[in-house]
């Protein structure tokens, strides 16, 4: 029962800001390291940040110094604030969070349906 939404997308031109969020819900018990992804037609999803339950974060060399990865804990939330955006950021951006239904659950990984970025002039 657990569902992570992302949102935030859109069409940018580059040099550009845009900010997404993950929004996770459900019967959720507890919520470890949240992640962001991202996709390129034809290419393999890749890490770009994630960030603990106690918000440090680690960056892909790719987007270091221009995107910022944190989290509300109490939302159940987390953002990706993207600058400087250029046309090789344009994918399908994903969620993934690690969440515990209950106590005694050693916890599995779940994924948000994805928002696309467009960085284009």
């Known amino acids: 029962q657990v569902q992570l939404v992302e949102s935030g997308g859109g069409l940018v031109q580059p040099g550009g800001s845009l900010r997404l969020s993950c929004a996770a819900s459900?019967?959720?018990?507890?919520?470890?390291?949240m992640a962001w992804y991202r996709q390129a037609p034809g290419k393999q999803r890749d890490l770009v940040a994630t960030?603990?339950?106690?918000?440090?974060?680690i960056y892909a060399d790719s987007v270091k110094g221009r995107f910022t990865c944190s989290r509300d804990n109490a939302k159940n939330t987390m953002y990706l604030q993207m600058n400087s955006l250029k046309p090789e950021d344009t994918a399908v951006y994903y969620c993934?969070?690690?969440?515990?239904?209950?106590?005694?659950?050693?916890?599995?990984?779940?994924w948000g349906q994805g928002t696309q970025v467009t960085v284009s002039s």
């Open positions: 993934n969070a690690f969440v515990r239904l209950r106590v005694d659950d050693f916890g599995d990984n779940y």
């Open positions: 960030s603990t339950s106690f918000g440090r974060t």
């Open positions: 459900g019967s959720i018990f507890s919520i470890g390291a």
